[in-house]
């Protein structure tokens, strides 16, 4: 009788079919790890607010900081262009008595008589003078003879009748006007006419050259 019939079969040697879900598994999980979280931590967030909060006070305190700095430079600026104004008014009424001393001496002596032409030259002398050194320094005299009334100016005194000349024309000046740079020092006191045609539109403006 042949014993080997009746022995149970061997048992088949494992395989490492059941080991390739476990590499498999293994493989992903150390994929998965090796990859970034998209999720943010609240701190995460708490300290991206701070940041932005932080920028955002930065960029306010240079803008201001810039805001200051232009602010001194301008008023440096004006203090160096208009720092004489108080002195040139003290100086403007030694400019009105050499006008007025010019204007007293009458026209026929200009012609006859050598001491009073020769006095006339050396006061027109020292107010050509004046009036250069004030220029030097940005004060010059406002034309005002033949310009349109301008009321930032010109002060009115009195209203001359003459139709020869459009209504609100300067046609007296009784004190002259002075700006200093960009600023009126001293309005002119003149008189203007009335009675004539309207100023047109187009007209020529006030002139401040002097």
């Known amino acids: 009788m042949n014993q080997d019939n009746n022995q149970t079969p061997a048992t088949p040697p494992a395989t490492d079919a059941a080991e390739v879900p476990l590499a498999?598994?293994?493989?992903?999980?150390?994929?998965?790890?090796?990859?970034?979280?998209?999720?943010?931590?609240?701190?995460?967030?708490?300290?991206?607010?701070?940041?932005?909060?932080?920028?955002?006070?930065?960029?306010?305190?240079?803008a201001e900081t810039e805001n200051v700095r232009r602010r001194l430079e301008q008023q440096a600026e004006d203090r160096g262009k208009y720092a004489m104004s108080s002195f040139a008014k003290d100086m403007l009424p030694v400019a009105d008595n050499l006008r007025r001393a010019l204007d007293s001496?009458?026209?026929e002596s200009l012609g006859?008589?050598?001491?009073?032409?020769?006095?006339?030259?050396?006061?027109?002398?020292?107010e050509r003078s004046l009036l250069s050194a004030l220029e030097r320094h940005g004060i010059k005299r406002v034309l005002a003879l033949g310009k349109r009334f301008d009321p930032h100016l010109h002060?009115?005194?009195?209203?001359?009748?003459?139709?020869?000349q459009p209504a609100g024309t300067v046609v007296l000046e009784m004190q002259a006007g002075y700006t200093i740079h960009d600023r009126l020092l001293r309005e002119a006191m003149v008189g203007v006419s009335k009675g004539g045609p309207k100023p047109q539109p187009g007209d020529a403006g006030v002139d401040t050259t002097a």
Do not use: F, N, Y
Not at 53 to 61: C, E, I, M, T, V
Not at 112 to 126: I, M, P
């Open 24 to 62: 498999a598994a293994g493989d992903e999980a150390s994929h998965q790890a090796v990859e970034p979280s998209p999720t943010v931590t609240p701190r995460e967030a708490e300290l991206e607010a701070e940041l932005a909060r932080l920028k955002d006070q930065l960029l306010r305190a240079m």
């Open 105 to 107: 001496i009458p026209a």
């Open 112 to 126: 006859s008589d050598a001491l009073a032409q020769k006095l006339a030259e050396g006061v027109e002398l020292t």
């Open 155 to 164: 002060q009115a005194m009195m209203e001359v009748e003459d139709p020869s």
